[in-house]
């Protein structure tokens, strides 16, 4: 996949991942600030994008205990989550057509329950068939950082793209930050082959 920097860098796209970035929290204090600024923040990202001038702050962290008590990581919004976004927002639609058609997680219009109906009719389809149950052991922890640049640079050429991918990857001490909008797609990456398997 090559030209994903101009989309990334566009005016629309850099809007739509300001909208998309704050829009679950408007009320928030730091989501105010950037859409009571908008344009002066459209602009600043945008010159970000464009010179490659942007420096991502450390990660901040929070335990979920649902299902399972995991830390989840998380970026402030601005400029960190907007950037995020805009990468987001372009690459999603090219790679998710690149994933297995089984692969579920954190794709919209597919997700848990599809994935729970198509293990069902498999199952009434084949009662006699064996099946595997398997699980990576806190996988987004355990992805190796060079694997997974090496595994993007399989699928994206955009030398830019993957300057920032790359600076996002390295900006978690271990594995890939579970949080992150873009980590899923990262994730699901990293098991193409052995879903294609």
Known sequence: IGKLWSRICDYKNIRLAIHNATKEAPQRPDNMRVLERREQCVEEIHDMLVNETYQ???????VAYEPKERI???MITYPDKILITCVHNVLKTELIPKFVENTYSSIKGRGLHKCCAKIQKEVRRHPNAYYVLTDIK?????????????????????TKCLRFLDALIDNHEQGIAIGLSLSSYLANLNLCQVDRW
Do not use: A, V
Request: glycine share 4%.
């Open 56 to 62: 991502f702050h450390p990660l901040m962290h929070m």
């Open 72 to 74: 989840i990581d998380y």
């Open 138 to 158: 806190k996988y987004y922890g355990s992805i190796d950082h060079d694997l997974c640049k090496q595994k993007l640079r399989n699928y994206i050429k955009d």
